[in-house]
């Protein structure tokens, strides 16, 4: 058995000269509403605690958006959603498949947003807020005023946090101020805050013209970023190291030589940048994360080609799913 030191003084054990990867992600942990104008109940797919509904949310803040990428701007709706009460992110599932719009992948891997909101919880008073997500399709024929009536009557919601350009209601006929309106006639505390603006808006006022662009963050400029492969810039939006998450089982085939492995793009669960080759990443794996190994991340049309810098050869077992991590650096 053969041990290797990396340059961050962690241990990593060595299969047969290689590095055994073991599975870290779960699902993340949701809550998934389905409103209609009759009824309205909640599931999760977490163990329910019996608590009932109206008292579980009784005391919470939603904070309302689509939380695509989970970037600053959406953290700072948390931030002020955890000022008000228990922090709850509401948006809507669905939309691409009732709207018509081309199907895309996430910035965020499904799998991996459990660990992101689990990171802003030093931002929200050590409190990971929790994911509401309503079904698109039951609820985009509500009028504004139904919309606010059903989070009161029948949710129990007590506050709400949007963004100053947020819409809301049949075909988005609800702006900010008459959410306040509406939420102050129910007897819901509205927060209404500036969103996070981007600091480039020289770079980017060109390629957005879009009416809903006014130079705010948003995944719009996210995915933007990521096109361009600027990966400085998408750690800005974020707040964070963007991670790619690539899943493996017997069913897809990936070669590996010495200290080179790859995968088929087809492999892929979120977003990856634009073809290139990308210095300063890390496969990150362990179930608190704690175990990183440096590598160089080349990706081409159809491969993501990872090339270690520091150990030399990597073996990752085939039988039970397993889950690459792959974080780019700065």
Not at 259 to 277: A, Q
Request: negative net charge.
């Amino acid at each position: 058995m053969k041990q290797t030191m990396i340059m961050n003084q962690k241990l990593f054990v060595h299969l047969n000269g290689g590095i055994r990867l073991p599975s870290t992600m779960h699902e993340a942990s949701r809550r998934v509403l389905s409103l209609s104008s009759s009824d309205m109940k909640a599931t999760s797919q977490q163990e329910d605690d019996g608590t009932p509904r109206s008292e579980q949310l009784s005391s919470v803040a939603v904070a309302l958006g689509k939380f695509d990428a989970l970037h600053i701007g959406h953290r700072e709706l948390a931030i002020q959603a955890a000022k008000a009460g228990t922090p709850f992110l509401l948006s809507f599932t669905g939309m691409a498949e009732v709207l018509g719009w081309e199907p895309r992948a996430p910035v965020v891997a499904k799998c991996d947003r459990e660990r992101v909101l689990s990171s802003w919880s030093s931002w929200c008073g050590e409190v990971t807020p929790t994911e509401l997500e309503v079904e698109f399709s039951k609820v985009r024929n509500l009028t504004p005023r139904q919309f606010v009536e059903k989070l009161s009557k029948e949710l129990g919601v007590r506050g709400v946090v949007a963004g100053k350009n947020y819409r809301f209601g049949y075909r988005a006929s609800g702006d900010a101020s008459e959410l306040s309106r509406l939420c102050e006639e129910y007897g819901i505390e509205a927060y209404i805050i500036n969103p996070v603006m981007d600091q480039k808006q020289i770079i980017l006022n060109k390629e957005f013209t879009d009416a809903k662009e006014r130079g705010q963050v948003s995944s719009t400029r996210v995915r933007y970023a990521l096109s361009e492969g600027d990966m400085n810039y998408v750690s800005e939006l974020l707040g964070r190291h963007h991670r790619l998450i690539l899943v493996l089982n017997d069913d897809q085939s990936f070669i590996s030589n010495r200290n080179t492995i790859s995968h088929p793009k087809s492999c892929l669960l979120n977003l990856p940048p634009k073809e290139g080759v990308y210095e300063n990443c890390s496969i990150v794996f362990g179930k608190e994360n704690e175990n990183v190994v440096p590598c160089r991340v080349a990706v081409d049309r159809d491969n993501i080609r990872l090339e270690l810098v520091e150990i030399d050869c990597i073996d990752i077992p085939s039988g039970d799913l397993r889950y690459l991590n792959i974080e780019f650096g700065a």
